[in-house]
């Protein structure tokens, strides 16, 4: 992020280039290439004049003709002064040394009549920005193209910087001369999704205009044609009717570029705006969990029921049963939103569970008229609703943190030199505890994270995980009980056996007597699959690994691609089988374990009981 003491190098200055940026030529000729960088110590720097040792980073020779007289306020032939240079260069020694001697923090010079703290910023030089930034410079000073220094941060893409100096109280809709904020800049000038998504973060105003063509951020990002960015700021409620000074709204500037996929994107959003404004709509969209549940209530129970009805033409049901489902896909698409499509694998879950259980209530209890032969049936439908509502309904381990926090913690990281982004989320603005991921479904952080399960509709992680394992196991439990009841069902409903007429009679026999309870039995047997697939691997992993399926899978990747391979089994989670048990379900066992209690929520470093005798760095 910072980087070691170096020169610009020739892909900083190619993106100079791009962006229109003139830097003066004495500086094209300090220019280093990694194979020059170590000309200073192979040969005699004695005779350097203190321009080309401010940037070669030379404490020593600067110092010797400081004390010789030299005024580190005097600019070269260009009015670039020492402390530019330094900056520029990342040299923290001589911009606390210069500054030192009265070198004026804001000075301005090059052909960009840019400041010191100017400089650094368009290097992505961060620790120079704070240390500038703590002696005393000004962020909100205009340069020669009229940027501050946020903008000149959005403008070469430096979130760490962009963190910081929002946190440090520079205004993210702070305007240059035009009235053009950083997040108009990063919708017109950056294509891509960053840094507009990052900006978002720090609540920046969508609607503000500039002062000559009266544009918002979503006018700048149609005009330049911004795909993601159009996308990232409609999400954040960009208004689609601001006229600008010709007015014209963003829809009809998308017309005049002739962009199909913006049309068609505001558009779709216009259609979807006007939809929140009519009452029984906004019930729908509210309400669109509870729709998709009824849908696929309905789904299943029509696939059931077309298969069961006495017609034996397959023809017919086939005909019948694809347009009762496109009649149903219709009313769906009309009345449920696309973003509830999410919800469809956890409704389909739940839909199934229950015409399951009501299939094994009508056809299989009566047939099991021993309680003893019951209760595996009720323990199993007891245990599968109250852990899934456990599941579903705890906290997985979501950081959150208040405004203040984060701007606090984003200034202490980066003073510290750990603003770094495998440590620090951008999209939550936090330092990431160990173990900890961003979950993109749920747009948060979650303390030591597992996965996104798709049948719960919810992360799986510290808070819940102990709670997801048992609901597999009671949903597996419900299914073995189903699979005998049916097995029972079929032998005393259906004449033929496999024994007596073999296997193809048989299923002929079964599809013929009971055509519904082989539907459900082809339900039992696919959740029972996935459910075993998923738990088996589970429990490997936390009781002989001590890890999460997250950790597990990134510490696969990594061994696949490095030189030397990393064992699964030696790593600092892993504590023995007996105390990862007790570790992950925070049992004693009578007293026989004693678990370690770590909130996972805000462990930053790992304990030295949990990583002694351990040789692999923390997930």
């Given at each position: 992020?910072?980087?070691?003491?170096?020169?610009?190098?020739?892909?900083?200055?190619?993106?100079?280039?791009?962006?229109?940026?003139?830097?003066?030529?004495?500086?094209?000729?300090?220019?280093?290439?990694?194979?020059?960088?170590?000309?200073?110590?192979?040969?005699?720097?004695?005779?350097?004049?203190?321009?080309?040792?401010?940037?070669?980073?030379?404490?020593?020779?600067?110092?010797?003709?400081?004390?010789?007289?030299?005024?580190?306020?005097?600019?070269?032939?260009?009015?670039?002064?020492?402390?530019?240079?330094?900056?520029?260069?990342?040299?923290?020694?001589?911009?606390?040394?210069?500054?030192?001697?009265?070198?004026?923090?804001?000075?301005?010079?090059?052909?960009?009549?840019?400041?010191?703290?100017?400089?650094?910023?368009?290097?992505?030089?961060?620790?120079?920005?704070?240390?500038?930034?703590?002696?005393?410079?000004?962020?909100?000073?205009?340069?020669?193209?009229?940027?501050?220094?946020?903008?000149?941060?959005?403008?070469?893409?430096?979130?760490?910087?962009?963190?910081?100096?929002?946190?440090?109280?520079?205004?993210?809709?702070?305007?240059?001369?035009?009235?053009?904020?950083?997040?108009?800049?990063?919708?017109?000038?950056?294509?891509?999704?960053?840094?507009?998504?990052?900006?978002?973060?720090?609540?920046?105003?969508?609607?503000?205009?500039?002062?000559?063509?009266?544009?918002?951020?979503?006018?700048?990002?149609?005009?330049?044609?911004?795909?993601?960015?159009?996308?990232?700021?409609?999400?954040?409620?960009?208004?689609?009717?601001?006229?600008?000074?010709?007015?014209?709204?963003?829809?009809?500037?998308?017309?005049?570029?002739?962009?199909?996929?913006?049309?068609?994107?505001?558009?779709?959003?216009?259609?979807?705006?006007?939809?929140?404004?009519?009452?029984?709509?906004?019930?729908?969209?509210?309400?669109?969990?509870?729709?998709?549940?009824?849908?696929?209530?309905?789904?299943?129970?029509?696939?059931?029921?077309?298969?069961?009805?006495?017609?034996?033409?397959?023809?017919?049901?086939?005909?019948?049963?694809?347009?009762?489902?496109?009649?149903?896909?219709?009313?769906?698409?009309?009345?449920?939103?696309?973003?509830?499509?999410?919800?469809?694998?956890?409704?389909?879950?739940?839909?199934?569970?229950?015409?399951?259980?009501?299939?094994?209530?009508?056809?299989?209890?009566?047939?099991?008229?021993?309680?003893?032969?019951?209760?595996?049936?009720?323990?199993?439908?007891?245990?599968?609703?109250?852990?899934?509502?456990?599941?579903?309904?705890?906290?997985?381990?979501?950081?959150?943190?208040?405004?203040?926090?984060?701007?606090?913690?984003?200034?202490?990281?980066?003073?510290?030199?750990?603003?770094?982004?495998?440590?620090?989320?951008?999209?939550?603005?936090?330092?990431?505890?160990?173990?900890?991921?961003?979950?993109?479904?749920?747009?948060?952080?979650?303390?030591?994270?597992?996965?996104?399960?798709?049948?719960?509709?919810?992360?799986?992680?510290?808070?819940?995980?102990?709670?997801?394992?048992?609901?597999?196991?009671?949903?597996?439990?419900?299914?073995?009980?189903?699979?005998?009841?049916?097995?029972?069902?079929?032998?005393?409903?259906?004449?033929?056996?496999?024994?007596?007429?073999?296997?193809?009679?048989?299923?002929?026999?079964?599809?013929?007597?009971?055509?519904?309870?082989?539907?459900?039995?082809?339900?039992?047997?696919?959740?029972?699959?996935?459910?075993?697939?998923?738990?088996?691997?589970?429990?490997?992993?936390?009781?002989?690994?001590?890890l999460t399926s997250h950790e597990r899978t990134t510490l696969r990747k990594q061994s696949k691609y490095s030189k030397h391979p990393i064992s699964l089994r030696k790593t600092p989670y892993n504590l023995g089988f007996f105390q990862n048990i007790a570790d992950f379900f925070q049992?004693?066992?009578?007293?026989?374990?004693?678990?370690?209690?770590?909130?996972?929520?805000?462990?930053?470093?790992?304990?030295?009981?949990?990583?002694?005798?351990?040789?692999?760095?923390?997930?």
């Open positions: 992020m910072e980087g070691a003491s170096r020169e610009c190098s020739s892909h900083s200055h190619g993106s100079f280039r791009q962006h229109g940026h003139n830097w003066p030529s004495s500086y094209e000729d300090k220019e280093l290439s990694k194979e020059h960088e170590m000309l200073p110590f192979m040969e005699d720097y004695s005779n350097f004049d203190i321009v080309k040792a401010a940037q070669y980073g030379l404490l020593e020779r600067c110092r010797e003709l400081v004390e010789a007289g030299y005024d580190v306020r005097q600019p070269d032939k260009e009015n670039v002064t020492l402390l530019h240079w330094a900056a520029i260069n990342n040299r923290l020694d001589l911009v606390k040394y210069f500054i030192s001697k009265g070198a004026v923090v804001d000075q301005l010079g090059g052909d960009l009549n840019s400041t010191p703290l100017h400089w650094a910023i368009r290097q992505g030089h961060l620790s120079v920005v704070i240390l500038l930034l703590k002696c005393g410079a000004d962020p909100t000073l205009i340069d020669g193209e009229g940027y501050t220094s946020l903008h000149l941060a959005v403008l070469f893409q430096h979130m760490p910087i962009i963190a910081y100096l929002i946190s440090k109280g520079q205004s993210v809709d702070t305007t240059d001369h035009h009235g053009y904020t950083p997040l108009m800049l990063s919708a017109h000038k950056v294509i891509g999704r960053e840094p507009t998504h990052f900006l978002i973060k720090f609540n920046p105003s969508v609607n503000a205009v500039d002062n000559i063509e009266k544009n918002t951020a979503l006018h700048w990002a149609v005009i330049a044609e911004n795909v993601n960015a159009v996308d990232v700021l409609l999400e954040a409620g960009s208004s689609l009717d601001i006229n600008n000074v010709k007015g014209q709204r963003p829809l009809d500037l998308a017309l005049q570029t002739k962009n199909r996929i913006i049309i068609h994107i505001l558009r779709d959003e216009e259609k979807i705006r006007i939809r929140r404004t009519s009452v029984f709509l906004r019930f729908l969209e509210k309400n669109e969990f509870l729709l998709m549940s009824i849908s696929a209530l309905l789904l299943i129970w029509t696939v059931g029921y077309v298969a069961s009805l006495n017609s034996d033409s397959w023809l017919l049901k086939g005909i019948l049963l694809i347009f009762i489902l496109v009649t149903l896909s219709f009313f769906s698409r009309l009345f449920i939103g696309f973003n509830a499509i999410k919800y469809f694998p956890v409704t389909f879950l739940i839909s199934s569970i229950f015409w399951i259980s009501w299939t094994c209530f009508i056809c299989f209890l009566p047939r099991f008229p021993d309680i003893s032969s019951q209760l595996p049936f009720f323990f199993a439908m007891v245990g599968l609703i109250y852990y899934f509502y456990k599941t579903v309904r705890t906290d997985p381990g979501f950081i959150t943190n208040t405004e203040e926090e984060i701007k606090k913690n984003i200034i202490n990281l980066g003073e510290s030199g750990s603003l770094d982004f495998r440590t620090f989320c951008t999209s939550c603005l936090i330092k990431k505890p160990l173990r900890s991921m961003h979950c993109h479904a749920c747009n948060s952080c979650v303390a030591r994270y597992d996965q996104h399960c798709i049948w719960i509709g919810r992360c799986v992680g510290v808070g819940n995980h102990a709670y997801f394992i048992l609901f597999l196991f009671f949903l597996i439990l419900l299914n073995i009980w189903t699979i005998h009841g049916s097995i029972v069902y079929w032998s005393e409903r259906c004449t033929t056996t496999y024994q007596k007429d073999g296997a193809w009679m048989s299923f002929t026999q079964i599809v013929s007597c009971s055509p519904w309870v082989l539907y459900v039995f082809m339900l039992v047997l696919f959740h029972t699959l996935w459910a075993v697939l998923w738990l088996i691997p589970q429990i490997y992993q936390i009781a002989f690994l001590g049992c004693r066992c009578f007293g026989i374990l004693k678990p370690n209690i770590i909130d996972w929520t805000k462990q930053y470093t790992l304990m030295f009981n949990l990583a002694k005798d351990r040789h692999i760095h923390p997930v």
